[in-house]
T-cell receptor, first 115, second 114 residues
Framework: DTGVSQNPRHKITKRGQNVTFRCDPI?????LYWYRQTLGQGPEFLTY????????KSRLLSDRFSAERPKGSFSTLEIQRTEQGDSAMYLC?????????????FGSGTRLTVV | TQLLEQSPQFLSIQEGENLTVYCNSS?????LQWYRQEPGEGPVLLVT?????EVKKLKRLTFQFGDARKDSSLHITAAQTGDTGLYLC??????????????FGKGTKLSVIP
């Protein structure tokens, strides 16, 4: 078990380009979350998957954002037509059946810079 | 909207000193978690407290959950340079869709000076 893996670690892109991030959760965790963290703030919830089903999306997730988790394994988060306001650390986390007791395991994040 | 306020926002202390950081909310949470985050990394879970009034100790760290399950504190005894980092509290609650969502505070940035 190597924990939650996120790729790439860093991404610099020009405004208007599309970007895609990948998250590989802990293999036995069926719950997967995406959070976004901007400078000086705590992480904010974006979306939640249970197995392959996307069950919840935050209002922060505009229509330029899309997330998938095919076959309930890895997940991808795509941002289309990036804007400077999208610059942030994008964190993926996974959890077991009792996240209220055992918490989340976060990945190291993907830091996105939009120039 | 559930909000968590953490104080102080920044704390710089000498090695060996004691410190307490606070996490307050007007909302009740089913549980509260403390995470520690280092620069460029994701948060790492330190502890979960579930019961009002609960106290948990993790070596030199003592965590307390308020009786009303709205606030929490983290006390560090004899701080070490390795305690340097961003301490985040997060209130947990289940949404209508069944997801366990965490609402994070902005964190307390702790610097322990040798």
């Amino acid at each position: 078990d190597t924990g939650v893996s996120q790729n790439p670690r860093h991404k610099i892109t020009k405004r208007g380009q599309n970007v895609t991030f990948r998250c590989d959760p802990i293999s036995e965790h069926n719950r997967l979350y995406w959070y976004r963290q901007t400078l000086g703030q705590g992480p904010e919830f974006l979306t939640y998957f249970q197995n392959e089903a996307q069950l919840e999306k935050s209002r922060l997730l505009s229509d330029r954002f899309s997330a998938e988790r095919p076959k309930g394994s890895f997940s991808t988060l795509e941002i289309q037509r990036t804007e400077q306001g999208d610059s942030a650390m994008y964190l993926c986390a996974s959890s077991s059946k009792q996240p209220g007791i055992y918490g989340y395991t976060f990945g190291s994040g993907t830091r996105l810079t939009v120039v | 909207t559930q909000l968590l306020e953490q104080s102080p926002q920044f704390l710089s202390i000498q090695e060996g000193e004691n410190l307490t950081v606070y996490c307050n909310s007007s909302s009740v949470f089913s549980s509260l978690q403390w995470y520690r985050q280092e620069p460029g990394e994701g948060p790492v879970l330190l502890v979960t407290v579930v019961t009002g009034g609960e106290v948990k100790k993790l070596k030199r760290l003592t965590f307390q959950f308020g009786d009303a399950r709205k606030d929490s504190s983290l006390h560090i005894t004899a701080a070490q340079t390795g305690d340097t980092g961003l301490y985040l509290c997060a209130g947990g609650s289940y949404s209508g869709a069944g997801s366990y969502q965490l609402t994070f505070g902005k964190g307390t940035k702790l610097s322990v000076i040798p």
